[in-house]
């Protein structure tokens, strides 16, 4: 199993890199080459969070007592994950110099008005931004304490599965003890039966003689 789950790590951190070199171009193309290498990041991440998933799978079905070492690489995974997420959002609305030339126009003569318009509107799309990862960081941790949640939950009931199984074995050595016990205690009656009978028929031949 730890095998799938190496060979999904290499897979992620080969995409996660390709994905961080897209991210840094973003912002310097223009047109459809930035819409194009938009929907490649777009489509790479998918893939990444495609990734993360069958990983989690696979830490799942390692027992509880292994699992704390794959968990904690997850986390980071997870992290790395929300950092791509972040700087993708921030390259989609960064204005590269051509974009810019774009809008206030070659010459320069735009208004300032203009360009303090998109300014703010940046401004406001980046605190848009900041509020969703800062949401998405505390969904994460919900996550994480869920997940944890349930392991201890897990070890819970094995904990009490073994205990159950010593309860049982301890009540089948009493009830072989008690047994054994009864046994004894019918051997013994059944001696000092004998002995009480034979005693009188010793004491009348010892008259005889």
């Not at 989609?92 to 318009?117: M, P, T, W």
């Not at 944890?148 to 897990?154: D, F, L, N, P």
């Not at 904990?159 to 009864?182: F, M, P, W």
Request: contains cysteine.
């Amino acid at each position: 199993m730890s095998s799938d789950f190496e060979s999904y790590e290499q897979d992620f951190a080969v995409l996660t890199a390709e994905i961080t070199g897209r991210i840094g171009k973003v912002p310097k193309l223009v047109g459809d080459d930035k819409k194009q290498m938009v929907a490649n990041v777009e489509k790479q991440l998918e893939e990444a969070r495609e990734l993360l998933e069958q990983m989690e799978l696979e830490v799942r079905e390692i027992p509880p007592q292994s699992r704390g070492m794959y968990s904690s690489r997850m986390r980071s995974y997870k992290q790395e994950m929300g950092k791509l997420e972040a700087d993708f959002k921030r390259s989609r609305i960064a204005y590269s110099d051509e974009v810019r030339n774009e809008l206030l126009g070659d010459d320069g003569n735009s208004s300032e008005n203009q360009l303090i318009k998109l300014r703010e509107e940046r401004a406001h799309l980046l605190d848009n931004t900041e509020r969703l990862e800062r949401s998405s960081r505390r969904l994460e941790a919900g996550y994480q304490i869920a997940v944890e949640t349930e392991q201890i939950g897990q070890e819970m009931l094995e904990n009490l599965s073994h205990d159950r199984e010593k309860i049982q074995r301890a009540r089948e050595r009493l009830r072989e003890t008690d047994a054994n016990l009864g046994k004894s205690s019918r051997i013994l009656t059944g001696m000092l039966r004998r002995l009480s009978l034979e005693t009188p028929a010793m004491q009348c031949c010892s008259r005889m003689w």
